[in-house]
Structure formats: C-alpha cells, structure tokens
C-alpha cells in the first residue's frame, strides 16, 4: 500500500536539490544587520570578524564574498555553512517575486534551477510565490 501511495502522490512543483547553482555568481545576496548578527553567532565569531572575513560592505548594502565563483559560504560539499541561519533572499530562492510580473524571469530562473519540475507552469510557480509571500 505505501508504495502504491508513493507512486500515486503528485510530484512536488519545486523541490531543492542542494546544486549550489544558486550560490554561484558573481555577487551575493545583501544581507541585515539582523542577519549578520545571527550568522555571526552561529558561526561562533565576533560581528567584526564576520563583516572582515566573510563580507563585502558597500556603500548602500553589505553582501556575503564570493570565494572561487561562489558564495563564501559555499561548502565543498555543496551545502551552505549557515544553512540554519541564511539571509532571507537565501532562504526565498528561486521563488524570487520578480517571476510574479515578469515570465522571462520565470524562465531564466528555471533555466538555472533544476529544482523545479520539468511539468512547472509559469502560473504554478506565481503560486508558490504568492504562499511563500502569505507565510503558508
């Protein structure tokens, strides 16, 4: 019967496959002052040695490094060394509110992602950013 029950439920619209592709780039989403004090802690490390080591601060935002193409954060195994604690742009990709108005951003972003079923519609994917927008 579970196996019957496996087969029969419906194939997640996204589901993430810790690719790093998101990761990858040449910048970094910015973070909060909020946000660094949590990675800081987490990391066990003052928020000074965090923003001289780990982060970029700007003139209007302050971004994590990007080590060899990658977040700094990036570990080799291809997981996030602050997972528990991520920004929130980190935690909200791809389901970015600029697929909402836009389509060609729908696709680029899941040209990128292979998290998304090959099925996922434009339409479908607004919907999962308006619940992840609503907090459901």
Known sequence: MEQYEKECSPKPLFECKCC??????????????????????????SLEELRHNYLVIGKGSTSMKIINGHCIFYGEDGLCKVHPVKPFH???????????????????????????????TWEQAKELVRKQLNGS
């Open 20 to 45: 790093g592709h998101c990761c990858h780039g040449v910048a970094t989403v910015s973070v909060t002052d909020a946000e660094q004090k949590r990675m800081a802690s987490f990391l066990g490390i």
């Open 90 to 120: 980190c935690k909200r990709w791809p389901l970015h509110p600029s697929i909402l108005g836009d389509e060609a951003a729908w696709k680029a972003i899941k040209a990128d992602c292979p998290g998304f079923a090959k099925e996922t």
